[in-house]
C-alpha cells in the first residue's frame, strides 16, 4: 500500500507565498512522476503542476511564472513553491504519485487527501 501525504497548506494574503511538500511511503523503490492538482466544489480536479523523475516539468497556463514545482528522488518528495499567490488560487490542493514501484507491487497512480489553500484578505 503506498500512502501519500500533503502539508504545508494554510491560509494566506493576496500577494503571499506558501510551500506545499509531499512525502510518498510505503516500501517504495521507485516513483515515476509526481505533481500537484487542485480542485473547487463542483469542479473538475485539475493538474497545477507536474513533473518527472527526470525533473521534466509542466505548469498550467495559470500558474506558469508564480508556481515552482520540485522533487527529491531520494525522500519520494515533492514540493510546490507558490508565490504571488491570487484568490483564484484558493482549492484543495492533492498531490498524485504515478508509476510506483513497491517491494509488494506497482500502482498505477496514488493521491493524497489533500490540503487546503485559501488565500484572502
Known amino acids: 500500500q503506498v500512502q501519500v501525504v500533503e502539508s504545508g497548506g494554510g491560509l494566506v494574503q493576496p500577494g503571499g507565498s506558501l510551500r506545499l511538500s509531499c512525502v510518498a511511503s510505503?516500501?517504495?523503490?521507485?516513483?515515476?512522476?509526481m505533481g500537484w492538482y487542485r480542485q473547487a466544489p463542483g469542479m473538475r480536479r485539475e493538474l497545477v503542476a507536474g513533473?518527472?523523475?527526470?525533473?521534466?516539468?509542466n505548469y498550467a497556463d495559470s500558474v506558469k511564472g508564480r508556481f515552482t514545482v520540485s522533487r527529491d528522488n531520494a525522500k519520494n518528495t515533492v514540493y510546490l513553491q507558490m508565490n504571488s499567490l491570487e484568490a483564484t488560487d484558493t482549492d484543495v490542493y492533492y498531490c498524485k504519485a504515478a508509476g510506483v514501484t513497491t517491494v509488494a507491487g506497482y500502482y498505477d497512480d496514488a493521491w493524497g487527501q489533500g490540503t487546503q489553500v485559501t488565500v484572502s484578505s
Open positions: 510505503g516500501m517504495i523503490l521507485r516513483v515515476n512522476d
Open positions: 513533473i518527472t523523475r527526470d525533473g521534466v516539468t
